[in-house]
């Protein structure tokens, strides 16, 4: 593992010194970037160039040669796990994905391909295997999946949603249809987790993007449970292979994910690094969390709150700093290198070594 010349990201994982905050962007491979633009414009729709590993490849290592990133994270969409179960993923122009059948009732649920990632994921585990070597050892490269729940609100709604009318119904309706959808979309995820791991990723994130949606009890039984699923699975067979959970808008349930026995919980904008650092007392690596729209700040702006934020998390070697969420696509890529820049200048202040 540690023949790569960038170890900062490993290395605050696994809880060692190091001597500045490591720093990689969420939806780093991104719309905001025109070689990005260029590069989908290209592979004619989203889905061709989440399917096609050169391309994959290619806007991967887009910004790693833009910016000094501490890390890779593979380029694809948490939507291609149910895709792969057959629910028949497209993107509509304006409109984000759809899935041309949603599942809605317990026969779908019943009816569901748990899918060989080698086989109907292949495309995915042929980009992992080409960005590592293309990578060169440079720095890590992160892998990724949706979390259950949030896999689940998509193939159930049928898309994106304001209110998720069709989970909510399904699961204040029948909560054992909820989760036997919930216990295969899990089982599907660890595989395909797994599988990303023994392609070449060297580090993974859960992204549960809707459990913030959540009454407490739901989120524990809904959401955590089977993220803590995927954590046990992982740790048994891929134990040194550190593992993220980030939950947006999920800061009053930051001491029970970091009890998941996760490497590093993700922390949205929503909640000071300060509050989240006492939460979980210092057990895993915290994960952010400067909000997106500081980019659209002038310098020195940015540079005050590339500050706070580092001062906020304070002194100590457990600090990954990322944006609080992905980054938005009419953000200028000089204030994304302005900001970077900043983390390399202030943060070395704050570690020991």
Not at 37 to 62: H, I, N, W, Y
Not at 153 to 167: A, N, R
Not at 236 to 265: E, Q, Y
Request: with cysteine; hydrophobic share 40%; aromatic share 8%.
């Amino acid at each position: 593992m540690h023949s790569i010349r960038n170890t900062r990201l490993l290395d605050v994982l696994n809880d060692k010194g190091v001597d500045r905050t490591p720093i990689w962007i969420m939806r780093q491979a991104g719309r905001y970037l025109p070689e990005y633009m260029a590069t989908r414009k290209k592979a004619g729709d989203f889905m061709t160039l989440a399917s096609t590993p050169e391309l994959a490849c290619e806007v991967t290592l887009q910004p790693i040669r833009r910016f000094t990133l501490d890390a890779a994270i593979l380029f694809s969409d948490i939507l291609t796990v149910p895709d792969a179960m057959g629910l028949g993923l497209y993107f509509e122009a304006g409109e984000g994905p759809r899935f041309k059948s949603p599942v809605r009732t317990p026969e779908d649920i019943k009816n569901l391909g748990k899918p060989d990632p080698e086989t109907e994921l292949r495309y995915v585990m042929d980009a992992v295997r080409l960005i590592r070597r293309e990578l060169n050892e440079s720095v890590p490269l992160i892998g990724f999946a949706g979390s259950p729940w949030t896999v689940a609100t998509y193939m159930v709604e049928g898309g994106g949603s304001k209110d998720y009318p069709h989970i909510k119904r399904l699961m204040y309706g029948d909560e054992g249809a909820l989760h036997r959808l919930l216990l295969k979309i899990t089982e599907t995820t660890i595989d395909y987790l797994r599988a990303q791991v023994d392609a070449g990723a060297q580090s993974l994130m859960v992204f549960d993007t809707w459990g913030g949606i959540l009454t407490p009890r739901a989120y524990h039984a809904f959401s955590l449970h089977y993220m803590q699923r995927i954590v046990d699975a992982l740790k048994k067979s891929h134990a040194t292979t550190p593992i993220t959970l980030f939950t947006k808008n999920g800061g009053m349930w930051l001491p029970d994910i970091a009890r998941t026995g996760c490497d590093a919980v993700g922390v949205d904008w929503t909640i000071d690094l300060r509050d989240a650092r006492a939460l979980t007392r210092d057990n895993v690596a915290l994960q952010g969390n400067l909000d997106p729209g500081v980019l659209y700040g002038s310098k020195s702006k940015i540079r005050e709150e590339v500050q706070r934020v580092l001062e906020s998390y304070g002194e100590g070697e457990r600090h990954i700093f990322n944006l609080g969420h992905g980054i938005h696509q009419h953000i200028d890529p000089e204030n994304v290198e302005f900001m970077i820049e900043t983390v390399h200048e202030l943060s070395p202040a704050f570690h020991r070594k």
